[in-house]
């Protein structure tokens, strides 16, 4: 819905985690793929706006994915190798008697370079993904749950074969590792009362660099946190929630850019800095009619210690389910996300920058059709304000005259930016075991923005006006299985003032107006299992991007010709057409 990755929540068992990807940080290819695996998922609920109030510090939407324990009754294990990746997961008791304690293990490998090397002639992308995670869980009473989530991940990028056509300000070579440490507690002293409590601990660092192995950027952050959630059934028709956070966050790193018509790097940010952020939240539910119609209303509280500032946003929403499968969702909130500490301690920032907020309305209707079918439409409207911004770091042509706005050396941050996002999604899905299961979904979304300081309007960076989503599945046999996925984007703008003629770029006097070509991508997969008295084996068959479309995202801005106005660019490719078979083995 048009806000870039950083707005969006991703809560893991309760924690809110700050980039739990196999991605490459300090460049505009990211958030590439989560790193955690999802079969240790047991449930995820995804909020694209208007969410309740216990979701803190983020003002675009939420993602909550709660982990499951291990098999409490037996022993299991599941392998899987394929032409591009392998993996596996075990999981079993701690004692059989007792079935007190259970645990659980994974870890995963890409090999997609191989594939790569063997598929697309005079390859040079080298981008290698591995994890590993585990779950312990211990019941010390019946009222008494004890969980630890454990998550280690690394990603890297090797582009060195390609040195020689690569841009300036090109990755070349970039490393990421996440580390991720959960544990929880979960005490219920009566049937209607829960507590929650969750100590985490979680670490990022990242480097880049660019063809001439020069550093573009790089960096560490690090994170406590420390929460705790009540939900109190006080009436059977009106529940409870509240809750209060700790998090204790460090962040330090850099960025470099480099100029083709200047000598030596162009310090683009540097950053130090520690800060400790606290919130509470109480949110009141009412139940009428049966159930059918549900009441919500809250708030929270916030404060930063890096700006001193505390802000309160309260949230309200209605449900209401009515005869004929029938149902009417309203939901307003309004939210706040406090800068980045590299924001406020950066040498461009301002420890005064006040946090992002967003005013969130959302209201959609859902039909029924059978047991098995359902049909929901949903509108949105979203209205932000402070978000942080460089108005002076993109290169311009000025009017009159056309002539060049150079951008300064220290393009400052500033709470510059504020705008509006809306649309309408529709949403189709049939569920089945047997036969065809799938979906098909289109989204319609316009999201523009505002600089208030040089008055500009512009979409924003992650504006995608259409966007079409299909997946579907078919059992051709009791054994075979049958699937495929497409996707199609419009696509964003690539972000600076720039103007297209036949394949070269020019500076422009307006922001955001050239865009990337559509994206499309279709995914083709088939299963053949087997069954034995023990063990089942499964072959499988896969094709990623089965049209070979050619999709490309911005790789970097390389610089400009002063006199011709010319514009320098880097523009990466996505994969191409791979094809993979694998084998999974599960006892």
Do not use: C
């Not at 009566?190 to 001439?212: C, I, Y």
């Not at 000598?263 to 009428?288: E, H």
């Not at 300064?408 to 500033?414: E, M, Q, T, V």
């Not at 094709?543 to 400009?560: E, I, M, P, R």
């Amino acid at each position: 819905r048009g806000a870039d990755y950083s707005r969006i929540g991703l809560f893991i068992d309760g924690v809110l985690v700050h980039q739990p990807f196999h991605m490459v940080e300090g460049s505009p290819v990211s958030a590439s793929g989560t790193a955690f695996n999802a079969d240790l998922v047991e449930e995820m609920e995804l909020y694209e706006g208007a969410f309740p109030s216990r979701y803190g510090d983020r003002d675009g939407g939420v993602l909550d994915v709660t982990t499951r324990d291990g098999n409490r009754s037996d022993y299991t294990v599941r392998a899987e190798a394929s032409m591009s990746n392998a993996g596996f997961l075990a999981e079993g008791p701690f004692g059989k008697k007792h079935k007190r304690a259970s645990w659980l293990v994974s870890g995963r490998k890409s090999y997609l370079q191989y594939i790569l090397d063997r598929t697309v002639p005079n390859n040079s992308l080298v981008f290698g993904m591995e994890d590993l995670q585990s779950r312990l869980t211990y019941d010390l009473t019946p009222k008494n749950n004890l969980t630890l989530f454990v998550l280690e991940s690394y990603s890297s990028l090797d582009l060195s074969n390609s040195r020689s056509i690569l841009g300036t300000n090109s990755l070349m070579g970039a490393g990421y590792h996440y580390t991720l440490g959960n544990l929880g507690w979960r005490y219920s002293p009566r049937d209607r009362l829960l507590v929650r409590n969750h100590l985490a601990w979680m670490r990022e660092k990242f480097t880049d660099s660019n063809p001439t192995d020069l550093p573009l950027s790089g960096g560490y952050y690090g994170e406590w946190v420390w929460n705790t959630d009540v939900s109190w059934i006080w009436n059977s028709h009106a529940p409870l929630e509240a809750g209060f956070s700790v998090r204790q966050l460090r962040d330090e790193g850099f960025s470099n850019q480099y100029l083709t018509n200047t000598a030596g790097p162009s310090i683009r940010d540097r950053f130090d800095g520690a800060a400790t952020r606290m919130g509470g939240y109480v949110q009141q539910s009412w139940l009428a009619w049966s159930g059918r119609l549900r009441l919500n209303a809250g708030g929270r509280w916030d404060r930063n210690s890096v700006d001193q500032v505390a802000a309160t946003a309260p949230t309200a929403s209605l449900s209401l389910r009515v005869a004929g499968g029938t149902h009417f969702d309203l939901g307003w909130g309004q939210y706040v996300q406090f800068p980045e500490v590299s924001v406020l301690t950066s040498i461009l920032g301002s420890r005064g920058l006040l946090p992002g907020r967003s005013n969130q309305v959302v209201a959609g209707v859902e039909q029924r059709l059978g047991e098995r079918t359902r049909l929901r439409a949903e509108y949105y409207n979203r209205a932000d304000r402070d978000l942080i911004f460089q108005p002076t770091y993109d290169p311009r042509l000025l009017l009159p005259g056309n002539t060049v706005f150079a951008p300064p050396s220290n393009p400052l941050y500033r709470n510059s930016l504020r705008g509006y996002s809306r649309g309408v999604e529709f949403f189709l899905q049939r569920s089945s075991a047997n036969r065809f299961t799938g979906w098909v979904s289109y989204a319609f979304g316009s999201t523009g923005m505002r600089d208030g300081v040089t008055g500009n309007r512009f979409p924003s960076d992650f504006d995608q006006r259409h966007t079409v989503n299909v997946y579907g599945g078919f059992r051709l046999r009791p054994t075979v299985n049958l699937s495929l996925r497409s996707t199609y984007g419009s696509n964003f703008p690539m972000p600076g003032y720039l103007t297209q003629v036949g394949s070269s770029y020019y500076l422009s006097t307006v922001r955001n107006q050239v865009r990337l070509p559509s994206y499309q991508r279709t995914d083709l997969r088939i299963n053949k299992a087997w069954t034995h008295n023990r063990w089942k084996t499964t072959f499988y068959g896969e094709v990623v991007n089965l049209t070979d479309h050619k999709n490309t995202l911005f790789g970097s801005f390389n610089g400009y010709n002063s006199g011709t106005r010319q514009a320098y660019l880097t523009l990466d490719k996505m994969f191409p057409i791979l094809p993979s078979v694998g084998v999974v083995l599960e006892r």
